[in-house]
Structures are given as structure tokens and as C-alpha cells.
């Protein structure tokens, strides 16, 4: 770019030089032919002058005095466009000196006063200094002019020249351009080759950790719901008949006690028994907590029902049921997740919710089973990165262990809508 810049003003002034050379060559031309008018003027004028002073003729006349105001125009014009050369101030001083003499020619005719030899010779000799001088200024412009044009033939040559090199240095920067490109193009299609082996390495890494990562949390959910289930039948079983067999003893010692005994422990032995049955009722509802017996027994249906009623009665919310008449025929494992996704679903309004409405469907179709809960709560912003959403993230990774769809809708102030698709 600095070479064809460089070049591009050393062509521009070049070219300048040139216009400047071709424009002194008018002024000189101009001059000259001024000078040139002058002297044909001054000649004519001098003809007609000594016509007259011959014939007395007044067409003479007349061309004269008409020479003679062109002859003071001319001089005019000259003095002003070279009034700072001297050569030519003393040419003009020079021709004033013929006009004038002309003048007197005149005069003299028209007072009749016959001219002699002497005055004849002295008008030659002022016309011949006259025209030495205009002879050396022709030769000096013509010898400038030629100078100008020699310059100026010069100067545009030289811009030729550096126009060619211009073009040259241009064809150059655009091979290199072209070549640059191409280099760039190469290293960008590198690096997208590189960006996209690596994106796909990323790819099958994400997959194969999603994978594993998948695999882990259905390995952890399944082993989960196995740890409840023996635990739910360990406390079923062993638990439930330590908590029978001391009810029993408790029952067969204040039958056995004397009457008088009775009386003395009838208060602590009706705490006793009350705190057996109570205890007998917490752990029945931790077995159903751990492995909801309904669910295993009755169904999915009954299960549901139960559940939504303990939760009505707890936490007091009203709750809309639209719930199939006949139990679908579904999976354990499908089933049991449902369960799970409801009774997640519940523990998220109780916590963070605040709602006072809760709807709950589940429909079947002919290849699918559709879940929707719907609460009034206050929602909670989907896109918010602060919110622990631990209890959807089971709920999501339940619906996608069995290639179903999950649909979550919410907002601020609207409330949450879970919409569950299974495969049947």
C-alpha cells in the first residue's frame, strides 16, 4: 500500500509538472502572438502613415488613426500581462517610440510640411531597433516555449511511466491479496476441520458421560426403591411384631395384675398402650412412605387416592381429581414412577408453593398415559440459575428413564403445570 501510494503521487505530480508545462506554453504562445500583432499593427500603421504624407489621401487617414487606437489597445494589454519582465518593458518602450514617430509623420503631413531623407532614415532606423527587439524576445519565447514542451513531453512520459508501475504494483498487491486469502481460507478451513473433530470428540464424550451419568441415576433410583422396599419389610415384619408383641404383653399384664394393683398403674399402662398404637400407626405410614402398599395391592388408581387424600388432610388444600374409573393396565416400574412424580410433585407444593388450588389428571390413550398437575402457587422463574430444583431433576430423569415427554410450565406469580407423557 506505502509503494502504490507513493507511486500514485509521484504519477500525480508528474502529471502536474506537465499540465504546468503545457499551461506556460499557452502563456508564451499568447505573448507571442501579441508581440506578433504589435508588429504587423506598426508596420501597417507605418505604411499608411507615409501613404498619406504621399497622396494625401483621407482613406489613409482613417485606416491610420483606426491602426493607431488598436496599435494603444495592444500596447495596453501587453504592459499589463508583462509589466514585471524588462525585456518586454523596453520592447513596449520601444514601440511607443515608433508609434510616436508615426504620429509625428502625420502631423506633419497634415500641416503640409514635405518630409525629407533625414526623416525618413531616423523612422527606419527607431523601426529596425524596434524590430531587434521584438526579434530576440520571438526568439527568447520560442525558445521557452520549446523548453515548456520538452517539459511538459516529460513530465507525461514520466507519468506513464509510474501509471505503469502503478498498474504493475497493483496486478502485485492483488496477487498477494488473492494469495493471503487463499492462505486464510486454508486456516480457517483447518481450523473448522479441528473445531468440528473436536466438537465431535466433545460430542460423543457428552454422550458417553450422559450415558453413564444416566445409567448411574437409574442404577441410584432403582437401588433407592430396593433399600425402601427391604426397609419397608423390615420394619413391616420386624418392627410391627415387636410393636404386636409388646401391645399384647401389655394387654395380658393388666389383665393378670390383682385389682388393686390395676389401680396403682392404670394410667401408665393405658400411656403404654397408647404409645404402642401410636407407634404401630407412625410405622405403618413410614411403610407406606417407603413402599406404598396400595400400589403393590389395589393398583395405581387407589394408590393416587390415597395419597391425595392424606395430602388434603395434612395440608389442607383442595385438591380437583380426574383420575381413569378402571386401573390402566401399566409396568410396576411405570406405575411406580407415576406414584413417585405425583407424590414429588405434592412435596414441592407443600414446601415452596403456597398454593391453595391443586388439580391432578391422568388420562390414557391408546400408546400413551398423560399425567398433569396444576397448582395455583406463586411459579418460580424457569430460567433462574439460583433455584435447586432437585425434586424436578428426579421427576425429569423418572419420565426420561422410560422414553417419555416432560412439559413444565411456569412463570412468576402463575403458578407451575407438570405434564407427564409415558409410553404404555
Do not use: C
Amino acid at each position: 500500500m506505502a509503494l502504490l501510494i507513493s507511486i500514485l503521487v509521484a504519477s500525480y505530480m508528474q502529471a502536474s509538472a506537465g499540465l504546468e508545462a503545457l499551461n506556460q506554453f499557452g502563456i508564451s504562445s499568447e505573448h507571442a502572438h501579441q508581440l506578433d500583432d504589435l508588429n504587423v499593427l506598426l508596420v501597417d500603421t507605418q505604411s499608411r502613415a507615409r501613404g498619406y504624407a504621399l497622396t494625401r489621401a483621407a482613406d489613409d487617414l482613417a485606416v491610420y488613426r483606426e491602426l493607431a487606437a488598436k496599435i494603444n489597445d495592444t500596447l495596453r494589454s501587453i504592459e499589463e500581462q508583462n509589466k514585471d519582465t524588462p525585456r518586454t518593458a523596453e520592447l513596449i518602450i520601444k514601440a511607443h517610440m515608433v508609434s510616436r514617430r508615426i504620429d509625428l509623420t502625420v502631423q506633419q503631413a497634415e500641416k503640409g510640411i514635405v518630409l525629407g531623407k533625414s526623416w525618413v532614415d531616423t523612422s527606419n532606423r527607431i523601426m529596425d531597433d524596434y524590430k531587434r527587439q521584438h526579434n530576440l524576445i520571438k526568439t527568447q519565447l520560442l525558445t521557452q516555449s520549446l523548453e515548456d514542451v520538452r517539459r511538459s513531453v516529460n513530465g507525461f512520459e514520466n507519468a506513464r511511466i509510474s501509471t505503469v508501475l502503478l498498474a504493475i504494483a497493483s496486478l502485485l498487491l492483488l496477487v498477494l491479496s488473492i494469495a493471503q486469502r487463499q492462505k486464510q481460507q486454508e486456516l480457517l478451513e483447518k481450523i473448522q476441520q479441528l473445531l468440528t473433530a473436536k466438537n465431535d470428540r466433545l460430542e460423543r464424550e457428552v454422550h458417553a458421560r450422559t450415558a453413564e451419568l444416566t445409567n448411574l441415576a437409574t442404577y441410584l433410583t432403582d437401588v433407592r426403591e430396593a433399600e425402601k422396599l427391604h426397609l419397608a419389610r423390615e420394619m413391616h415384619d420386624e418392627l410391627g411384631a415387636l410393636l404386636t408383641a409388646a401391645k399384647l404383653d401389655a394387654d395380658w399384664i393388666e389383665r393378670t395384675l390383682p385389682p388393686e394393683t390395676q389401680a396403682l398403674v392404670a394410667q401408665r399402662l393405658t400411656r403404654l398402650r397408647q404409645n404402642l398404637v401410636g407407634g404401630i400407626t407412625l410405622k405403618r405410614r413410614f411403610t407406606n412412605d417407603l413402599r406404598p402398599a396400595l400400589l403393590y395391592d389395589l393398583g395405581l388408581i387407589e394408590a393416587l387416592r390415597a395419597l391425595i387424600e392424606e395430602f388434603r388432610k395434612i395440608d389442607e388444600i383442595e385438591v380437583d381429581l380426574d383420575l381413569p374409573e378402571t386401573e390402566p393396565e401399566l409396568t410396576e416400574a411405570v406405575s411406580l414412577s407415576l406414584f413417585r412424580i405425583v407424590q414429588e410433585a405434592f412435596t414441592n407444593i407443600r414446601k415452596y408453593a403456597q398454593a391453595q388450588r391443586v388439580t391432578v389428571s391422568l388420562r390414557t390413550t391408546a400408546n400413551t398415559i398423560e399425567l398433569t398437575i396444576e397448582d395455583d402457587g406463586i411459579g418460580f422463574d424457569a430460567d433462574s440459575p439460583r433455584l435447586s430444583r432437585h425434586g424436578l431433576a428426579g421427576i425429569k430423569h423418572r419420565v426420561f428413564t422410560h422414553g417419555g415427554q416432560l412439559d413444565i410450565h411456569t412463570a412468576p406469580g402463575a403458578g407451575v403445570k407438570i405434564h407427564v407423557t409415558l409410553p404404555v
